[in-house]
């Protein structure tokens, strides 16, 4: 049977993740930072009598210790690994004014290094699958920065490139490095990360940027699709590099990359100013 680690497994997309992999017959180790937020998701597992198969694990990716001994725990219970999911992830937002340098370090630190800090660490249990995946959680600020997001849109970008890098130096061994790009989906993270960064007093382009972070949540979709997604790559042969997941996610992508930026700034800077 095939084994999966979920990283930030106790809430957003991860718990989905979790529980769609256990329907699917995977061992799933469910990494959270702490575990005192594991009752939700084992209460879920239960109704659905598949505890044999979930195991959690308290693994902050940004503590390096942590990360070292979930992988030990790994090894010495299955001697393998075949899917990490690096799903860990939150969203500062606020404009570059209003921000500090550390506000920029958590993001990097969780969004960016812990990804590859958790990587770095399950590799040579990847190695030991005969199918190995890494399957990333980007998110369509990936490729397409928007205002007053620029801590969480850099560190997806970064991640972005960091991933395709990933790809090429692994998929010779066999190991196969995909993305997922979602658009808005209603786990909060774009509200609820400019809502916190933002320093609005009357000035009106940020008080628009928080206005369309509000609208694209109260629009979303449902992140089970993301979860459902994310199992069908798990089950594919030659998984793809990117899946673009969710309402604009394409269209959006299609913008960034045939229409020139003149015109995305003036549609993007008039829209804002209104």
Not at 25 to 35: I, K, L
Not at 112 to 125: A, D, H, M, R, Y
Not at 211 to 219: E, L, P, R, T, V
Request: charged share 25%.
């Amino acid at each position: 049977m095939r084994v999966a680690l979920v990283t930030g497994a106790n809430g957003g997309f991860g718990k989905l993740i979790v529980m769609e992999l256990l329907k699917a017959n995977y061992f799933v180790v469910a990494a959270m930072r702490t575990e005192t937020n594991k009752d939700e998701l084992l209460e879920m597992v239960k109704q659905l009598d598949l505890e044999e198969r979930i195991f959690v694990a308290e693994m902050d990716v940004t503590k390096e210790e942590q990360v070292k001994q979930a992988s030990q725990w790994v090894q010495n219970r299955f001697n393998k690994l075949d899917v990490l999911i690096n799903n860990a992830g939150y969203s500062q937002g606020g404009f570059t004014t209003d921000l500090t340098i550390l506000d920029w370090q958590k993001q990097y630190d969780t969004n960016v290094l812990g990804v590859i800090q958790t990587t770095s660490n399950f590799l040579p249990l990847l190695k030991n699958s005969k199918k190995g995946q890494i399957i990333n959680l980007s998110s369509v600020s990936g490729y397409f920065g928007f205002p007053g997001m620029g801590p969480y849109c850099s560190s997806k970008f970064a991640l972005e490139g960091y991933s395709e890098s990933l790809r090429l130096e692994l998929i010779s061994e066999g190991i196969y490095v995909s993305l997922i790009e979602p658009a808005s989906f209603k786990t909060g993270i774009w509200e609820k990360g400019l809502e916190i960064g933002a320093v609005i007093h009357d000035d009106t382009l940020k008080k628009n940027a928080l206005a369309f972070a509000k609208q694209s949540f109260q629009n979303a979709g449902d992140p089970l699709e993301v979860a459902k997604v994310i199992v069908k790559v798990c089950k594919s042969n030659r998984p793809k590099f990117r899946y673009r997941v969710g309402k604009g996610a394409n269209s959006l992508w299609f913008i960034k990359k045939f229409v020139p930026w003149s015109i995305i700034e003036r549609t993007v800077t008039k829209k804002l100013s209104k």
